[in-house]
């Protein structure tokens, strides 16, 4: 058989454990890996405008298809450039193998010309960041590399020198036996007993659900009902548990709305399922918590715990489900239920007056108007920034739909590298990212990707001239708006000189058709709306330090606004309250 370089070798292991493409940007000491992919059959090069598109892009994929996807950058500022993806995705918990090539291995620690050292640089983004300073090394680096992305679901990262790269391998990769899933994690029967006796103990239970829980829909949904307990979300939740759900109480957290933090609030037992939601003031302190989660890190650093858990959502609810007696009493529910259905039906009554004729265009009636013409199955990637807001707000969930966005790490400029990688993985899905055009711009470039792929996503901006949510926290906090504002742009221009689809859309009336169209065009699409940048109205009790460092905020209130087509739900599951 054939010897291999160690390139090669690289790329042929990467391939067994199922990667199909690299994103990335060429560059000397990359070399020798390229042209490995260049000859490996089923292995892709695809060629991006800046690295961090690569890693957002590796990220989306890994996220969307729960498999390792890769990304690299050449040595220095290459690499450099993935570290932001890298970081979204590391905290999105998605297996990623990223490949930061390195200056020659002769030069390291000489100050050579790009040198930096990615294998720290990294450590903090990853699981594992390792240097290969020996073509003996391989190719159990790069499976630990794997193993640890893959197994422990984040990102893992391989320094491999230029030099290194283009030697021969001591030996040929044989079929490795390549751990390429993630096992289900069952708790112990004893954590199972206590939790049951939890449960029967406490009359109001209310569960609370994050990304933890995806997969777990007919599971939460048999455990609310044996309980009769309210079923809250905080955002990375949202798309796994609201859709088919009578216990619903909607979101919790600065972008929340409906009854979710006084269902919380209000109970005798929370349990947290699958949810490492950091905002700990919105979590209660006078009420007893049980935390379910598959990493024991996450276990307890938001709040006290009575009991923690370590194991999956979907197998604790199983195990757990037959050990809890059936609850009768089903008054907190109901009264949970309708205080959402209220809180909701008070915003929507408040919000959606003449939106339709409102210049400049409401961005809120932009959300729903997409929500209404998107497919069933549509991915939907959401820029940090105030279409974080919308997407929470008026992207209705069915289960099939998936919505990703930096909703962990909070990186601007995310939803487009993210439309990237998601669509490669299918040319014949819908595929929208919701931008804003701070974040648009930010990684305007890579638009030229999509068109030089030829990949039909579509890109929804919303167009308002401003770092706007940035202006919002300023007000909040009582400080004068400054460097928050750009000069209008047109973007839909931009975008047919690139090659693509583009159109600019002023007119509300003009909202639906745009789409339309857009939604109808084979390749690439720009629909640039012209948004109102004071969107938002504040609830007037809102005070300064609870809102200031919005990210990063602690307070109970919301954002008012409306919340689309979740008032249906609302009302629809009253329906399941039985009258006297
Ligand atoms: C890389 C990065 N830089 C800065 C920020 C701080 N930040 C958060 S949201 C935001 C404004 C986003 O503006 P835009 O994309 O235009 O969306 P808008 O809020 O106006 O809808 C900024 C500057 C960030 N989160 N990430």
């Known amino acids: 058989m054939a010897r291999q370089t160690i390139a090669e070798q690289f790329v042929d292991i990467l391939g067994q454990a199922g990667v199909r493409r690299i994103y990335g940007v060429v560059g000397d000491s990359l070399n020798p890996v390229i042209d490995a992919i260049r000859r490996a059959p089923g292995m892709d090069w695809v ?3 800046h690295e961090e598109t690569a890693a957002f892009a590796a990220g989306a994929e890994a996220q969307l298809t729960g498999n390792l996807a ?28 990223a490949l930061a090539a390195q200056i020659p291995s002769s030069e390291i620690g000489t100050a050579y010309f790009q040198e930096t ?39 893992s990262v391989v320094s491999l020198p230029g030099d290194i790269a283009a030697l021969e391998a001591p030996q040929r990769a044989a079929e490795l036996a390549l751990v390429t899933r993630r096992p289900t994690i ?23 659900c994050g990304s933890g829980t995806a997969g777990a829909h007919d599971e939460v949904m048999a455990f609310a009902e044996r309980v009769k307990a309210p079923v809250g979300h905080a955002l990375r939740g949202k798309e796994w548990i609201q859709y088919d759900n009578p216990y619903d109480v909607g979101m919790s957290g600065l972008l929340g709305y409906g009854a979710a933090y006084d269902a919380m609030h209000e109970a005798d037992l929370l349990i947290l399922l699958g949810t490492d939601f ?7 302190d006078d009420v007893r918590i049980v935390q379910v989660d598959v990493r024991p890190e996450h276990l ?68 729903s108007v997409l929500d209404e013409e998107a497919d ?50 299918d040319r014949d899905r819908q595929v929208v990212s919701l931008s804003g ?16 792929y030829g990949l039909p996503v579509k890109v929804v901006l919303f167009d308002n001239s401003a770092l706007s949510m940035v202006d919002l926290e300023m007000m909040v906090a009582g400080l004068r708006p400054y460097g928050t504002t750009y000069p209008h742009t047109d973007y839909a221009a931009i975008a047919r000189a690139a090659g693509a689809y583009g159109v600019r859309v002023e007119d509300p009336k003009q909202v639906r058709d745009a789409l339309r169209e857009a939604f109808r065009h084979a390749g690439p699409a720009l629909v640039d709306v012209v948004t109102d940048p004071n969107a938002l109205s504040l609830p007037p009790r809102v005070t300064g330090e609870q809102l200031a460092g919005f990210a990063l905020s602690a307070g109970k209130m919301v954002l008012n606004g409306g919340v689309g087509r979740m008032v249906q739900m609302a009302r629809a599951n009253l329906r399941n309250i039985p009258r006297p």
């Open 300 to 367: 307890g650093r938001r709040s006290k715990l009575d009991l923690a858990v370590w194991g999956d959502a979907r197998e604790t609810l199983r195990a757990l489900l037959p050990r809890v007696a059936e609850k009768a009493d089903r008054r907190f529910l109901d009264r949970m239920l309708k205080k959402h259905a209220d809180a909701l039906t008070g915003v929507v009554d408040a919000y959606t007056r003449n939106v339709e004729g409102h210049v400049p265009i409401h961005p809120e009636y932009v959300a």
């Open 70 to 97: 890769a990304c690299a950058g050449s040595c220095g500022p290459g690499n450099l450039h993935l570290i932001n993806g890298l970081y979204d995705a590391h905290r999105s918990m998605a297996p990623v193998v």
């Open 47 to 49: 060629q991006v405008r």
């Open 278 to 284: 950091p905002y700990n003031a919105f979590l209660p």
């Open 117 to 155: 050292h990615p294998d720290r640089l990294f450590a903090e983004c990853s699981h594992y960041s390792e240097l290969i300073s020996h073509p003996s090394q391989m190719p159990r680096v790069l499976q630990t590399a794997i193993q640890h992305a893959v197994g422990r679901s984040g990102v």
């Open 186 to 208: 069952r708790p112990a029967d004893e954590e199972i007993d206590a939790l049951a006796r939890m449960v029967d103990d406490a009359p109001r239970v209310t569960l609370f």
């Open 437 to 452: 055009d701070g974040g648009f711009s930010m990684l305007m470039g890579d638009f030229l990707s999509l068109v030089q």
């Open 376 to 425: 069933d199955d549509a991915v939907f990637t959401v820029d940090t920034g105030m279409c974080n807001v919308w997407a929470a707000r008026y992207l209705t969930p069915n289960g099939r739909r998936r919505v990703i966005g930096s909703f962990s790490h909070g990186s601007m400029a995310n939803a487009l590298p993210q439309a990237f990688g998601a669509q490669f993985i």
